[in-house]
């Protein structure tokens, strides 16, 4: 019990934290620490200069981790993220040169900018924790998550990312822009320096590690299971949908629900924390037929109609 409540006060001030870096987002940094909890991997969709990877840096100036940043390009090549063998004319030997993915949390910055075939290199990554290099596999250290961001597709230079790759992320959301009270005080934060530069670590990734056990040991009961289980069916009978929920999204709603429920101090899941986090595990899983994206719905208006006909549970 007493481990319980120690975990929680640090949680709490990783929020604060993460707080004093980006302004007014409050709900967006609860995202992203359930993600942490629950070992999964975060796509943050918004426009340049709102705090995307500010907010990742902090994160892992907070948790004393490992941080490493790629820039995509359109001439990042898979072997940029993930490493390469390097001759030795000395002795003859190639010696393993590993590649900025060998970290705890990696910043794939504006992952859209490159193309399919690179962005391709973090799908082993971000399923099963390790990268296979010429034909070896390697795990990667603990804990590991993407923090990955992307410019709208309509922004010049983009490239769709694949659906493959956008069910590896845990959670999609956007930070927007701050209200104008918020951007004022944002102002003044940065008068004498950086907000980051203040950060100072208050979870050694250790404990991060012993929190995402805790967290994944978290009760759900069977009724809440089943409930998560008809919004994936439902999805795929909706003939406004080409593409339902994989089982892929059915288990990382359930480490989600564990975690949120774990966050928000409680021992067991309640349908609260299903129907919170619906808008950010589950729209960038489902594809739109031309039709229903012509008439102007969202996925998340398709969701949010699904689950108001499926019965919550008591």
Known sequence: METTQTNNSLLESLKDNLQGVIYGKSECIDVLIVSLLAGGSVLIEDVPGVGKTTLAKALAKSIEAKFRRVQFTPDLLPADILGSSIYNP??????????????NILLADEINRASPRTQSALLEAMNENQATIEGKSYPLPKPFMVVA?????????????????????????????????????????????????????????????????????????????????????????DNRLKLGLSTRGTLMMSRAARARAYFQKRDFVIPDDVLWLIPYVLPHRILLTSKARHSG?????????????IKVPV
């Open 149 to 237: 961001t992307e410019n709208p597709i309509e922004f010049h230079g983009t490239y769709p990312l694949p659906e493959a790759q956008m069910d590896r992320f845990l959670v999609r959301l956007s930070l927007g822009y701050p209200a104008a009270e918020v951007e004022v005080d944002i102002l003044k934060s940065h008068k004498l320096n950086e907000p980051l530069e203040r950060i100072e670590p208050v979870l050694q990734l250790e404990q991060v590690q012993h929190i995402q056990q805790d967290a994944a040991g978290i009760h759900v009961d069977d009724s809440i299971l089943e409930y998560i289980v008809e919004i994936v069916h439902a999805t795929r009978r």
């Open 90 to 103: 000395v002795n003859g030997d190639f010696r393993f040169d590993p590649g900025p993915i060998f970290c």
């Open 297 to 309: 719905i969202t996925a998340k208006q398709i969701l949010e109609d699904i689950v108001a006909h």
